[in-house]
């Protein structure tokens, strides 16, 4: 797993329909994981116990959180606090690399 190169967008695929996963890391409260989702997918409300970190690889994603509405695009990063309400939107094929710090 460790000390090797990781290319984040060729990782995963596109499934037909859904969402694909890859944890690179998943020990206790911290991971770090890889997300492939088709346009329409979402990934319905969640609170997290850590702040967690969303960056956008390739794609367009909409993250509603507790107050705000953020649409984010290829390179965009975006920092959740910890106990803040979340949900996902996938506006069209996206894959995003996620932290749980």
């Known amino acids: ?9 060729e990782e995963l695929h596109y499934r037909n329909d859904g969402i694909e ?9 911290r991971a770090l994981g890889i997300f492939a ?4 997918s979402i990934v319905p ?6 702040d967690v970190c969303f960056y ?10 507790d107050d705000k509405k953020f649409e984010m695009k290829d390179g965009d990063l975006l920092l959740v ?4 309400a979340f949900t996902l ?13």
Do not use: D, H, W
């Open 1 to 9: 797993m460790f000390k090797k190169i990781i290319v984040p967008k």
């Open 21 to 29: 996963n890859k944890y690179l890391i998943n020990e206790g409260n």
């Open 37 to 40: 989702a088709t346009a329409g």
């Open 45 to 50: 409300t969640q609170i997290s116990p850590q």
């Open 56 to 65: 956008v690889i390739e794609g367009r994603i909409e993250i509603n959180t």
């Open 81 to 84: 606090p910890k106990t803040s």
């Open 89 to 101: 939107n996938f506006l069209e094929n996206t894959k995003i690399l996620t932290a749980r710090l």
